[in-house]
């Protein structure tokens, strides 16, 4: 059984919000690098990036990571953009057990860049991992055996839900 936990006019909301802090916490900076994790998490990405573009004078280069959620110990970005001395901000949709964040972020040292933060629409108190979000638009307290689900369509996040 899915119980609703953000509508889409919610959700709508928490990115503005997000897009605010990212702005705020980034005001210094002309330009900062968006990465967000396939698949929700780029839409999530998107969707930020669209934002951070209408209120802020930021520039956003974003780009896809693409890491199988199964293999993360075996994940090597293929990344466009030149991370040194940048400010990278790495988006997900949900965190749940803070497993894939970890892996995202640990080979993006190697890039040296100046500042890593992490945004995530949906955060689950429960983690395995010590990974903490710096941007959460929503945090919930749920069980191990629950899951938060975010669905979208095309480019817009539509849903989230507790399963």
Known sequence: ????????????????????????????????????????????????????????????????????????????????????NRTVIVVDDVAMSGKTLLYAIRPLLDHKPKKIQIAVLVDRKHKNFPVTADIIGYSIASTIQEHIIVTCEEEKVTGAFLK
């Open 1 to 84: 059984m899915e119980i609703p936990i953000l509508s889409v006019t919610q959700i709508e909301h928490k990115l503005k919000r997000m897009a605010y802090e990212i702005w705020e916490q980034n005001s210094g900076e002309k330009e900062i690098v968006m990465l967000g994790i396939e698949s929700g998490g780029a839409v999530v990405a998107a969707n930020l990036k669209r934002i951070l573009e209408e209120i802020s004078p930021l520039k956003v280069q974003f780009e896809t990571l693409e890491i199988d959620k199964k293999k993360v110990y075996d994940f090597t970005p293929q990344l466009q953009s030149d991370l040194k």
